[in-house]
Protein backbone atom coordinates (compact mmCIF):
# COMPACT_ATOMS: atom_id res chain seq x y z
CA UNK A 1 0.00 0.00 0.00
CA UNK A 2 1.16 3.30 -1.06
CA UNK A 3 0.08 6.89 1.68
CA UNK A 4 0.86 10.14 0.55
CA UNK A 5 0.72 12.62 2.97
CA UNK A 6 2.36 10.97 5.51
CA UNK A 7 3.18 12.98 7.97
CA UNK A 8 0.38 15.11 7.77
CA UNK A 9 -2.34 14.92 10.40
CA UNK A 10 -4.93 12.95 7.75
CA UNK A 11 -1.57 10.52 6.84
CA UNK A 12 -0.64 10.35 10.87
CA UNK A 13 -3.98 9.09 11.65
CA UNK A 14 -4.50 6.64 8.95
CA UNK A 15 -0.74 5.36 9.28
CA UNK A 16 -1.74 4.33 13.37
CA UNK A 17 -5.23 2.58 12.03
CA UNK A 18 -3.10 0.60 9.06
CA UNK A 19 -0.64 -0.88 10.91
CA UNK A 20 -2.83 -2.38 13.72
CA UNK A 21 -4.77 -4.46 10.36
CA UNK A 22 -3.19 -7.83 9.93
CA UNK A 23 -4.79 -7.05 6.04
CA UNK A 24 -1.94 -4.69 5.96
CA UNK A 25 1.71 -5.99 5.87
CA UNK A 26 3.82 -3.02 4.17
CA UNK A 27 2.76 0.37 3.87
CA UNK A 28 4.77 2.84 1.53
CA UNK A 29 4.79 6.21 3.75
CA UNK A 30 5.77 9.48 0.95
CA UNK A 31 6.00 12.31 2.96
CA UNK A 32 8.69 15.27 2.73
CA UNK A 33 8.48 15.94 6.72
CA UNK A 34 9.48 12.96 9.44
CA UNK A 35 6.82 10.18 9.99
CA UNK A 36 5.01 10.80 13.31
CA UNK A 37 4.51 7.13 13.62
CA UNK A 38 7.14 4.42 13.58
CA UNK A 39 6.45 0.61 13.07
CA UNK A 40 8.13 -2.11 11.07
CA UNK A 41 5.65 -2.27 8.39
CA UNK A 42 6.14 1.89 7.43
CA UNK A 43 8.58 2.42 5.09
CA UNK A 44 9.26 5.69 4.40
CA UNK A 45 10.07 7.40 1.63
CA UNK A 46 11.12 11.76 1.01
CA UNK A 47 9.08 12.13 -2.20
CA UNK A 48 7.76 15.47 -3.39
CA UNK A 49 4.68 14.52 -5.36
CA UNK A 50 4.84 17.90 -7.68
CA UNK A 51 8.31 16.86 -9.17
CA UNK A 52 9.85 13.70 -8.34
CA UNK A 53 8.73 10.28 -10.01
CA UNK A 54 6.62 8.35 -8.56
CA UNK A 55 6.72 4.86 -10.43
CA UNK A 56 9.03 3.54 -8.49
CA UNK A 57 7.19 4.47 -5.30
CA UNK A 58 4.30 3.23 -6.42
CA UNK A 59 5.56 0.20 -8.37
CA UNK A 60 3.40 -2.92 -7.30
CA UNK A 61 1.15 -0.86 -5.07
CA UNK A 62 -2.24 -2.91 -4.23
CA UNK A 63 -3.84 -0.14 -2.99
CA UNK A 64 -3.26 3.65 -3.05
CA UNK A 65 -4.22 6.47 -0.11
CA UNK A 66 -3.75 10.14 -1.57
CA UNK A 67 -3.77 12.42 1.54
CA UNK A 68 -0.89 14.90 0.31
CA UNK A 69 -2.71 18.64 0.16
CA UNK A 70 -1.92 21.91 1.10
CA UNK A 71 -4.32 23.44 3.58
CA UNK A 72 -2.93 26.15 5.65
CA UNK A 73 -3.16 29.40 3.54
CA UNK A 74 0.14 30.41 1.78
CA UNK A 75 0.94 33.70 0.60
CA UNK A 76 1.24 31.83 -3.04
CA UNK A 77 -2.12 30.30 -3.82
CA UNK A 78 -0.63 28.79 -6.66
CA UNK A 79 1.92 27.16 -4.76
CA UNK A 80 -0.48 25.76 -2.83
CA UNK A 81 -2.22 24.68 -6.79
CA UNK A 82 0.34 22.98 -7.98
CA UNK A 83 0.35 20.45 -4.96
CA UNK A 84 -3.45 20.25 -4.32
CA UNK A 85 -4.02 20.28 -8.23
CA UNK A 86 -1.11 18.61 -9.95
CA UNK A 87 0.54 16.76 -7.77
CA UNK A 88 -2.96 14.78 -7.08
CA UNK A 89 -3.33 14.43 -10.95
CA UNK A 90 0.15 12.99 -10.58
CA UNK A 91 -0.83 10.84 -8.32
CA UNK A 92 -3.78 9.32 -10.01
CA UNK A 93 -1.82 9.09 -13.10
CA UNK A 94 0.93 6.78 -11.40
CA UNK A 95 -1.42 4.69 -9.42
CA UNK A 96 -3.20 3.44 -12.44
CA UNK A 97 0.35 3.06 -14.09
CA UNK A 98 1.14 0.73 -11.17
CA UNK A 99 -2.14 -1.74 -11.64
CA UNK A 100 -3.25 -0.28 -8.25
CA UNK A 101 -6.70 -2.64 -7.49
CA UNK A 102 -8.07 0.67 -5.83
CA UNK A 103 -7.36 4.22 -5.24
CA UNK A 104 -8.93 6.46 -2.83
CA UNK A 105 -8.48 10.09 -3.39
CA UNK A 106 -9.09 12.79 -0.77
CA UNK A 107 -11.64 15.46 -1.04
CA UNK A 108 -14.01 18.02 1.03
CA UNK A 109 -17.16 18.40 1.40
CA UNK A 110 -16.49 22.18 0.63
CA UNK A 111 -16.00 20.78 -2.76
CA UNK A 112 -19.80 21.35 -3.09
CA UNK A 113 -18.87 25.17 -2.68
CA UNK A 114 -19.62 27.18 0.33
CA UNK A 115 -23.62 26.35 1.73
CA UNK A 116 -24.90 27.55 4.64
CA UNK A 117 -28.08 26.82 6.39
CA UNK A 118 -29.06 23.04 7.40
CA UNK A 119 -30.17 21.99 4.22
CA UNK A 120 -28.65 18.28 4.12
CA UNK A 121 -26.90 17.11 0.31
CA UNK A 122 -26.08 13.98 -0.86
CA UNK A 123 -23.81 13.32 -3.40
CA UNK A 124 -26.71 13.91 -6.34
CA UNK A 125 -25.42 17.63 -5.47
CA UNK A 126 -23.21 19.76 -8.29
CA UNK A 127 -19.46 20.07 -7.44
CA UNK A 128 -18.17 23.15 -7.79
CA UNK A 129 -16.40 26.33 -5.68
CA UNK A 130 -14.95 29.84 -7.11
CA UNK A 131 -11.52 31.01 -6.39
CA UNK A 132 -12.64 33.23 -4.09
CA UNK A 133 -12.10 29.98 -1.29
CA UNK A 134 -8.75 28.71 -3.05
CA UNK A 135 -8.67 25.29 -1.42
CA UNK A 136 -12.43 24.32 -1.62
CA UNK A 137 -11.66 25.27 -5.66
CA UNK A 138 -8.61 22.76 -5.43
CA UNK A 139 -10.60 20.10 -3.84
CA UNK A 140 -13.48 20.31 -7.04
CA UNK A 141 -10.80 21.06 -9.62
CA UNK A 142 -9.28 17.68 -8.33
CA UNK A 143 -12.43 15.63 -8.49
CA UNK A 144 -13.20 16.96 -12.33
CA UNK A 145 -9.53 15.48 -13.25
CA UNK A 146 -10.70 12.39 -11.57
CA UNK A 147 -14.37 12.31 -13.63
CA UNK A 148 -12.41 12.70 -16.79
CA UNK A 149 -10.16 9.96 -15.81
CA UNK A 150 -12.75 7.75 -15.01
CA UNK A 151 -14.56 8.82 -18.78
CA UNK A 152 -11.53 7.20 -20.42
CA UNK A 153 -10.84 4.55 -18.04
CA UNK A 154 -10.97 0.83 -18.39
CA UNK A 155 -12.52 0.16 -14.97
CA UNK A 156 -9.54 -2.02 -13.69
CA UNK A 157 -8.66 0.63 -11.05
CA UNK A 158 -11.51 1.16 -8.54
CA UNK A 159 -11.53 4.78 -7.66
CA UNK A 160 -12.41 6.30 -4.60
CA UNK A 161 -13.05 10.19 -3.64
CA UNK A 162 -13.87 10.38 -0.29
CA UNK A 163 -15.32 14.04 0.98
CA UNK A 164 -15.33 14.43 4.53
CA UNK A 165 -17.08 16.57 6.74
CA UNK A 166 -14.50 18.57 9.64
CA UNK A 167 -12.18 15.71 11.00
CA UNK A 168 -11.13 16.29 14.65
CA UNK A 169 -8.77 14.41 16.96
CA UNK A 170 -5.50 14.23 18.98
CA UNK A 171 -3.87 13.88 15.90
CA UNK A 172 -5.87 16.78 13.52
CA UNK A 173 -4.73 20.41 14.57
CA UNK A 174 -4.74 23.64 12.45
CA UNK A 175 -5.86 27.07 12.46
CA UNK A 176 -9.26 26.88 12.15
CA UNK A 177 -9.54 24.32 15.39
CA UNK A 178 -8.06 27.14 16.90
CA UNK A 179 -10.29 29.15 16.42
CA UNK A 180 -13.27 27.14 17.46
CA UNK A 181 -11.51 26.25 20.38
CA UNK A 182 -11.26 30.64 21.41
CA UNK A 183 -12.89 31.96 24.46
CA UNK A 184 -14.24 34.46 21.75
CA UNK A 185 -15.39 33.16 18.67
CA UNK A 186 -16.48 35.87 15.89
CA UNK A 187 -18.17 34.84 13.18
CA UNK A 188 -20.63 34.92 10.49
CA UNK A 189 -24.21 34.12 11.20
CA UNK A 190 -23.39 31.60 14.05
CA UNK A 191 -26.85 30.67 14.48
CA UNK A 192 -27.10 29.30 11.03
CA UNK A 193 -23.81 28.44 10.33
CA UNK A 194 -23.17 24.04 10.72
CA UNK A 195 -20.04 21.95 11.07
CA UNK A 196 -20.27 18.57 11.18
CA UNK A 197 -17.45 17.15 13.15
CA UNK A 198 -15.84 13.76 12.39
CA UNK A 199 -13.58 11.96 14.77
CA UNK A 200 -10.50 11.04 13.09
CA UNK A 201 -11.22 6.92 14.48
CA UNK A 202 -14.42 7.12 11.73
CA UNK A 203 -12.45 8.50 9.35
CA UNK A 204 -9.59 6.08 9.61
CA UNK A 205 -12.09 3.38 9.60
CA UNK A 206 -13.73 4.54 7.06
CA UNK A 207 -10.70 4.85 4.68
CA UNK A 208 -9.43 1.02 5.57
CA UNK A 209 -13.61 -0.19 4.36
CA UNK A 210 -12.98 1.29 1.20
CA UNK A 211 -10.03 -0.02 0.54
CA UNK A 212 -10.13 -3.51 1.73
CA UNK A 213 -13.37 -3.79 -0.39
CA UNK A 214 -12.09 -1.69 -3.33
CA UNK A 215 -15.20 0.43 -3.87
CA UNK A 216 -15.44 2.87 -6.66
CA UNK A 217 -17.42 6.18 -6.43
CA UNK A 218 -17.58 9.20 -4.86
CA UNK A 219 -18.62 9.27 -1.51
CA UNK A 220 -19.82 11.85 1.52
CA UNK A 221 -17.86 11.01 4.75
CA UNK A 222 -19.43 12.52 8.05
CA UNK A 223 -20.97 11.62 10.97
CA UNK A 224 -24.46 12.01 12.33
CA UNK A 225 -25.92 15.45 13.02
CA UNK A 226 -24.89 19.14 13.18
CA UNK A 227 -23.59 21.46 14.93
CA UNK A 228 -24.01 25.89 14.91
CA UNK A 229 -21.52 27.82 15.96
CA UNK A 230 -23.54 29.22 18.25
CA UNK A 231 -24.39 25.61 19.76
CA UNK A 232 -20.55 24.71 19.62
CA UNK A 233 -19.83 28.17 21.63
CA UNK A 234 -22.61 27.06 24.44
CA UNK A 235 -20.76 23.70 24.73
CA UNK A 236 -17.29 25.32 25.03
CA UNK A 237 -19.24 28.11 27.23
CA UNK A 238 -17.32 30.85 25.14
CA UNK A 239 -18.60 34.17 24.18
CA UNK A 240 -20.27 33.48 20.45
CA UNK A 241 -20.21 37.26 18.38
CA UNK A 242 -22.40 37.30 14.96
CA UNK A 243 -20.22 39.43 12.18
CA UNK A 244 -21.48 40.46 9.19
CA UNK A 245 -20.22 37.93 6.52
CA UNK A 246 -18.94 40.98 4.21
CA UNK A 247 -17.35 42.42 7.28
CA UNK A 248 -15.77 39.14 8.47
CA UNK A 249 -14.11 39.04 5.15
CA UNK A 250 -12.15 42.10 5.16
CA UNK A 251 -11.47 41.62 8.84
CA UNK A 252 -9.56 38.19 7.69
CA UNK A 253 -7.86 39.87 4.68
CA UNK A 254 -6.72 42.67 6.85
CA UNK A 255 -5.49 40.61 9.00
CA UNK A 256 -3.91 38.03 7.13
CA UNK A 257 -2.12 40.97 4.98
CA UNK A 258 -0.88 42.14 8.08
CA UNK A 259 0.44 38.92 9.10
CA UNK A 260 -2.12 38.96 12.35
CA UNK A 261 -4.51 35.84 11.09
CA UNK A 262 -3.32 32.60 9.52
CA UNK A 263 -6.16 33.02 7.30
CA UNK A 264 -7.73 35.27 4.82
CA UNK A 265 -11.38 35.73 3.42
CA UNK A 266 -10.56 32.65 1.55
CA UNK A 267 -11.64 30.06 4.64
CA UNK A 268 -14.49 32.73 5.78
CA UNK A 269 -17.66 31.12 5.30
CA UNK A 270 -21.28 31.09 6.78
CA UNK A 271 -20.51 27.01 7.65
CA UNK A 272 -19.69 24.17 5.58
CA UNK A 273 -22.33 21.82 3.63
CA UNK A 274 -24.30 19.38 6.15
CA UNK A 275 -24.11 15.87 4.29
CA UNK A 276 -25.58 12.34 4.67
CA UNK A 277 -23.34 9.24 4.68
CA UNK A 278 -25.92 6.71 3.49
CA UNK A 279 -24.27 5.72 0.52
CA UNK A 280 -20.69 5.21 2.04
CA UNK A 281 -22.81 3.11 4.48
CA UNK A 282 -24.91 1.02 1.75
CA UNK A 283 -21.49 0.41 0.00
CA UNK A 284 -19.10 -0.44 2.94
CA UNK A 285 -21.44 -0.50 6.17
CA UNK A 286 -19.17 2.14 7.60
CA UNK A 287 -21.33 3.49 10.78
CA UNK A 288 -19.33 5.77 12.73
CA UNK A 289 -18.73 5.56 16.55
CA UNK A 290 -18.99 9.38 17.29
CA UNK A 291 -21.72 11.67 16.28
CA UNK A 292 -21.19 15.13 15.89
CA UNK A 293 -22.05 16.43 19.38
CA UNK A 294 -19.33 13.98 20.89
CA UNK A 295 -16.78 14.31 18.46
CA UNK A 296 -17.11 18.01 19.01
CA UNK A 297 -16.91 17.72 22.63
CA UNK A 298 -13.64 15.56 22.30
CA UNK A 299 -12.54 18.44 20.23
CA UNK A 300 -13.04 21.02 22.74
CA UNK A 301 -12.03 18.95 25.47
CA UNK A 302 -8.49 18.26 23.51
Given at each position: ?????????????????????????????????????????????????????????????????????????????????????????R?????????????V??????A??P????????????????????????????????????????????????????????D?????????????????????????F???????????????????????????????????C??????????????????????????????????V???????????L??????????????????????
Amino acid sequence: MVLTGASGDFGTALLRGLILREEVDHVVALARSPLRVQDPKIEQRTIDITTDDLDEAFAGADAVIHCAFMVEEPRDKESARVVNVDGSRRVLWAADSAGARVCVMTSSINAYGPRGGPEVIDETAPIGASQENYYFHHKALVEEDVRRWRRGSDGRMAMAVLRPTYVVGPDMSNSGLETMRSRVVLHPSPGRSYFQFLHQDDLVDAYLRVVLAGVDGEFNLGPEGALTVSELCRLNHSVCIPVPLRAARRLADVGFRLRLLPYSSHWVTCGEPVTTSRRLRDATGWQPRYDCTEAARLMLAG
